[in-house]
């Protein structure tokens, strides 16, 4: 390849993606912004991105100059959004906890997804559609969603509906949990595992133990990062089983982004990343994850949102019932 090729190729790769990536990137810019002003825990910036998005699809439908980008974000800067969420998680902080946080935790993931999908096939949600709104319940929302389709395949339409779906709930469930915590006579580490453990996404769990005080706020907060730290396992398990079923290999890729995940986990575990790093590596992770969901909300058909009914809806509620159940069941059991 020549010198003056290889000058040409990034602007060529980079020039046609500019406007569609610079659309996302603004929305999602907008939605972080939104919630940092206004500290509301409830107000996600990966559901506003997409409500947005769709928003902006009905008023003027993007032309196609923006597809390429809009397409990039989508998969390879959402892909880099889900892995640099391995900053966030170091083994020597999910050992600190001990092993009971670690039991909930794993054991609701694996009950809580099993059944979600189970109930989704038997009242009829198509079974990509039940795969995301189950990793969002079980693992970390909207993050554990589009991670999860990797290997699910679902429509755009099908990761809009889940990432509201499991919003929702997950929003009840903050508001829910430290209302009940006193009824059912939970102690405080009890009461941060059982939040850690059950809500959906890490701001809604950060707002709702932090309200038992320090203490529940960090059990809390450490044991939702055990949940993270899970979304590889259980994404490899996806694979393994679809690739096991009726799809080909080459329908079900390898999901290599999530060993990328691993990869960061285990760096940022040897103590060799820097503290001041690791709030711009959280920005740039929840950035990359809304940018990519905002393109997603571009690209949605209401139409076909609309159709997909109220029983993934209702799946959803399942799901926030059992999760909720299974892991008090367990905090109880083993603490």
């Not at 890490?202 to 133990?209: D, E, G, I, K, S």
């Not at 450490?222 to 590889?232: C, D, G, Q, S």
């Amino acid at each position: 390849m020549s010198a003056a090729n290889e000058n040409i190729l990034p602007a060529t790769f980079w020039g046609g993606k500019v406007p569609g990536l610079a659309l996302a990137g603004a929305i999602a810019a907008a939605a972080l912004t939104l919630r940092s002003m206004t500290g509301i825990g409830a107000l996600s910036p990966m559901l506003v991105a997409v409500f947005v998005g769709i928003a902006i699809r009905l008023l003027v439908a993007p032309g196609e100059q923006f597809t390429p980008g809009l397409r990039f974000a989508t998969r390879p800067v959402l892909r880099l959004g889900i892995i640099l969420l391995g900053a966030q998680v170091t083994l020597t902080a999910i050992i600190s906890l001990g092993l009971a946080p670690l039991l909930v935790a794993g054991l609701t993931l694996a009950a809580t997804y099993t059944a979600v999908v189970g109930v989704g096939r038997l009242i009829g949600v198509p079974l990509p559609l039940s795969q995301l709104i189950a990793a969002g319940t079980s693992v970390c929302g909207a993050s554990a969603i589009v991670a999860a389709n990797a290997v699910a395949r679902g429509e755009e339409e099908d990761v809009g509906y889940a990432v509201a779906c499991v919003t929702l709930f997950g929003t009840i469930a903050m508001l829910a949990l430290p209302l009940l915590a006193p009824v059912l006579g939970l102690s405080t580490p009890q009461f941060g595992v059982w939040t850690g453990a059950s809500i959906h996404e890490v701001a809604q769990v950060t707002a709702a133990a932090f309200q038992r005080g320090v203490e529940s706020g960090q059990v809390g907060t450490l044991t939702k990062l055990i949940r993270v730290m899970l979304l590889a396992p259980l994404i490899i398990t996806m694979t393994a089983f679809a690739r096991t079923g009726r799809r080909t290999a080459a329908q079900a890729p390898f999901p290599w982004f999530v060993i990328w995940f691993l990869v960061l986990v285990g760096i940022n575990s040897t103590g060799i990343v820097p503290d001041w790093t690791r709030p711009h590596l959280s920005l740039a992770s929840a950035f990359c994850m809304v940018t990519g969901l905002a393109a997603m909300g571009l690209g949605m058909d209401l139409r076909q949102l609309r159709n997909r009914g109220l029983k993934p809806l209702m799946l959803g509620l399942f799901g926030l019932g059992f999760v909720t159940t299974v892991s008090l069941l367990l905090v109880k059991t083993v603490m």
